[in-house]
């Protein structure tokens, strides 16, 4: 219970986050159409609650992996869910209560794509195009025409906010046609609403009316125009202006695929489809019927192909061709081109018909899946989300949504490339939109796995050691001086060994040949334990380890020149038998082994050359050191 509350309680908090963001994402994809609009607090409450209703099975499945996060990652960093391990309890055991809350959060989240967000999508379409459509608030700038008012360009000078006059005022009016504009000057004007809000009323004083009089003479590049000119010292306009907000009927968006549940959708999937066959049965039937009336004329076809064979065999198709008049070939090119137009208009439209048709159908089959990727995702992010959470052992806001934004960002940028690769038929559509859950599903049993196992998943230097060993890299000697150092090296024994060493290492380059290439059928199928260099290896390191108690900083600094050996590097690529024997007989892999096999033989080479150099060097020191003491 305790477990439960945590989450639920962050649950509330992030889901309202992720909400707010889609929300905001939204509303700003129409924020230019939707300003100054002089919109009343209650649409807009209608607005963003229809769009909150549509956003929440999307903003859930976040939520889900941020508060699974948070939850796990506090309870890490306190130690609590160290406690509960200590206990005897493992973490599978801890999430079964939250695993069945966030079942019934999934059930959750398909009821409502099911049956409140299509009705909530609906009527948020119906609000969005009815606040595209209204009139703008009548706010007239200075210095700029101003064309929201249809069929009006009005241009002020100066507007005084207290009286609500305007003043220097131009008008353009278009509103009988083109050719019948009308220009109006005024000293001052008034631009009110008339109380039903259908109509605006402008009264001009103190001005001058300017009517074209010849609509052909439109032509502004005569050199006289004749307009009829109007002095006014008052005058009063009344124009059309639907100042009120009127909703359109929402069941015009029914069709849309996104406002239907499962039932409905399949149902349109069904229509669809017949509609579809039948029109390609319309069409073989068309065809089959052509078929059949030009066989009905085939006799007379047959004769005259007949004919025109023995023409052809005794005259050339050119020599008939150049023997007919020119009209004749004129009415036969306007005849052959009319119907070949005729014919491509026709499988135009009959393409574009069914064109339309298939991507209606796919969006609603995308539409149907949806609704059970987007319950799906609420259990996949949970099972992301509290491992990790358990895993990384950071709670609170930092580190925990940084991980989140980048998991949801991953999982919204395949998830929308398969929709869209699917809406355009370009993928299939079950592949499209399950694409985001196949990927993610694997990564979230992944993270729960090593969370139950313990396992370091973040282990940075386990990491390095596995990308070192896949490139053949190798860490360099980090030897520092001893604080306390009991017992002194024996350097002469050491010196000795050293002897030892260089010759051995000298005796293997010599025998060995590691530059020749190295021997396909012995490193794959017949492998031999190379005994000398494991040999050099031991007798190497036992002697780093006597001279790393010397506080000679010359021979520490001679110690970590020397090479770190990986005894069978050269010898296998593998320590399993079979996987050698596979990769030996799949030529492309074996080859790759074979030849990096060859460059590790290089390496040993260069690394005996070393040994063998560095080793007289602390034999020198070595000698240097004797000779000072006697």
């Not at 137009?341 to 439209?349: G, I, M, P, S």
């Not at 930092?398 to 934004?405: F, H, K, L």
């Not at 892999?589 to 690394?607: A, E, Q």
């Amino acid at each position: 219970m305790f477990v439960v509350k945590a989450f639920l309680q962050l649950l509330a908090a992030t889901s309202f986050i992720c909400l707010f963001v889609f929300m905001m994402q939204y509303t700003w994809r129409y924020i230019d159409e939707l300003i100054g609009k002089g919109l009343s607090v209650n649409v807009l409450g209608k607005f963003f609650g229809y769009m909150a209703l549509t956003f929440v099975p999307a903003a859930l499945p976040p939520g889900i992996l941020l508060a699974s996060l948070i939850t796990f990652g506090n309870m890490g960093e306190k130690l609590e869910l160290l406690a509960m391990k200590a206990a005897g309890i493992p973490l599978l055991r801890i999430l079964q209560p939250l695993v069945f809350l966030v079942v019934l959060l999934c059930a959750g989240s398909f009821y409502f794509q099911n049956n409140v967000g299509p009705e909530a999508a609906k009527k948020l379409y119906a609000l969005v195009w009815s606040m595209k459509q209204k009139s703008p608030e009548l706010d007239i700038p200075e210095g700029v025409f101003y064309g929201e008012i249809p069929g009006y360009n009005i241009f002020v000078e100066r507007k005084d906010a207290k009286t609500g006059l305007l003043y220097g005022v131009m008008i353009y009016n278009n509103t009988s046609a083109q050719e019948d504009t009308q220009i109006v000057l005024a000293d001052s004007a008034r631009l009110q609403s008339t109380a039903d809000k259908m109509h605006l009323m402008l009264t001009l004083y103190s001005g001058e009316r300017f009517r074209n009089m010849d609509a052909r003479s439109a032509n502004m590049m005569k050199a006289s125009v004749p307009y009829m000119r109007e002095t006014f010292a008052h005058e009063v306009d009344l124009i059309e202006f639907d100042g009120n907000f009127n909703v359109m009927d929402a069941s015009l968006f029914a069709g849309n695929a996104s406002t239907k549940g499962l039932k409905a959708i399949r149902e349109g999937i069904d229509s669809l489809v017949n509609r579809i066959d039948s029109t390609g049965r319309a069409l073989y039937d068309m065809e089959q019927r052509t078929v059949m009336v030009r066989s009905l004329t085939g006799k007379e076809a047959k004769d005259s192909a007949r004919i025109v064979t023995k023409v052809a065999e005794t005259q050339p198709f050119d020599s008939l061709f150049m023997s007919l008049d020119h009209e004749t070939l004129q009415s036969t090119f306007r005849t052959s081109t009319t119907k070949v137009r005729q014919l491509k208009a026709e499988y135009e439209f009959r393409r574009l018909m069914s064109d339309e048709d298939n991507r209606v159908l796919r969006l609603h089959k995308v539409e149907q899946h949806r609704k059970f990727t987007y319950s799906l995702a609420c259990l996949i992010f949970f099972f992301i989300g509290a491992p990790l959470g358990a895993i990384i052992r950071k709670g609170g806001l930092g580190m925990p949504v940084i991980i989140s934004v980048s998991i949801f960002i991953f999982y919204y940028i395949i998830n929308a490339n398969g929709e869209k690769l699917a809406k355009s038929g370009s993928l299939d559509i079950t592949f499209g939109v399950w694409m985001s859950s196949m990927v993610l599903a694997p990564i979230g049993a992944f993270l729960t796995y090593k969370s139950n196992q313990d396992s370091a998943v973040f282990n940075i230097d386990g990491y390095r050691l596995f990308l070192m060993r896949l490139f053949g890299l190798r860490e360099s000697r980090k030897l520092n001086r001893k604080e306390v150092i009991i017992n002194d090296p024996d350097y002469a024994k050491v010196r000795e060994e050293l002897l030892q060493l260089q010759a051995d290492c000298k005796n293997y380059t010599e025998e060995h040949h590691l530059v020749h290439m190295p021997n396909y059928r012995r490193i794959f199928f017949e492998y031999e334990e190379d005994t000398a260099v494991i040999d050099i290896n031991n007798r190497l390191e036992a002697i780093v380890e006597e001279l790393h108690n010397s506080t000679d900083a010359m021979v520490l600094t001679r110690l970590n020149e020397l090479p770190v050996l990986v005894p069978d590097a050269h010898t296998r690529p593998f320590r399993n038998a079979r996987r050698n024997m596979a990769a030996g007989i799949f030529f492309p892999m074996g080859l790759f082994f074979f030849l990096r096999i060859w460059r590790y033989r290089l390496r040993l080479l260069r690394d005996m050359n070393v040994i063998q150099a560095e080793a007289q060097n602390i034999i020198n020191r070595i000698d240097h050191k004797i000779l000072n003491n006697i």
